[in-house]
Antibody
């Protein structure tokens, strides 16, 4: 079945970086883009960025001021999200979510990972 | 584009009709989706392009609207429908944005 599986929970100190992976299965990885979305405790969903898994093109939310980098490894059907210069406000659940339409569009998200909890604490 | 959802909380009983609203700060045409999120779970896509049901979504869920005003309607609430609902727009991205959510709770 179509699914995306994320890496496990992380605890990081302020100023550090975190890299979360998202392994896809059950479909052709390079035919669908991948989104990254986070949710701080009790807060709304926040879109972080998107990668065209076919050609490596990326788009990011300006809210992260260059701190986020999304990459992919087609040979492993895996996407990665790295967030640097972590601060306490980055404590959240981070989700990868497959784009709903093939052809590497950017629209909606139809298959979600279970989320990766990232805790930033000194 | 800012999405504002109302009400923040909606208290209804099973079998009742639920009407959730989402208003965009500028026109998003029909480029709007609705998601359902239960505690401790990832969101689930319910409606896309304002009115199209995603695969496997029951017919009691329907979406309407275009431009700046959108509605998600659940025709007859079932126990598993009590959750938080988010709208999301994809017009003029990046960024994609979400509303702040409406909590649908059992009365």
């Amino acid at each position: 079945q179509v699914q995306v599986v994320q890496s496990g929970a992380e605890v990081k100190k302020p100023g550090a970086s975190v890299k979360v992976y998202c392994k896809a299965s059950g479909y052709i990885f390079t035919s669908y883009a991948m989104h990254w979305v986070r949710q701080a405790p009790g807060q709304r969903l926040e879109w972080m960025g998107w990668i065209n898994t076919g050609n490596d093109n990326t788009k990011y939310s300006q809210n992260f001021q260059g701190r986020v980098t999304i990459t992919r490894d087609p040979s492993a059907s895996t996407a990665y999200m790295e967030l640097s210069s972590l601060r306490s406000e980055d404590t959240a659940v981070y989700y990868c979510a497959r784009e709903a339409f093939s052809g590497n569009y950017c629209s909606y998200m139809d298959v979600w990972g279970k989320g990766t909890t990232v805790t930033v604490s000194s | 584009i800012v999405l504002t959802q109302s009400p923040a909380t909606l208290s209804l009983s099973p079998g009742e009709r639920a009407t959730l609203s989402c208003r965009a700060s500028q026109s998003v045409s029909s480029n709007l989706a609705w998601y359902q999120q239960k505690p401790g779970q990832a969101p689930r896509l319910l409606i896309y392009d304002a009115s199209k049901r995603a695969t496997g979504i029951p017919a009691r869920f329907s979406g309407s609207g275009s431009g700046t005003d959108f509605t998600l309607t659940i025709s007859s609430l079932e126990s598993e429908d009590f959750a938080v609902y988010y709208c999301q727009q994809r017009s003029n991205w990046p960024p994609i944005t979400f509303g702040q959510g409406t909590r649908l709770e059992i009365k």
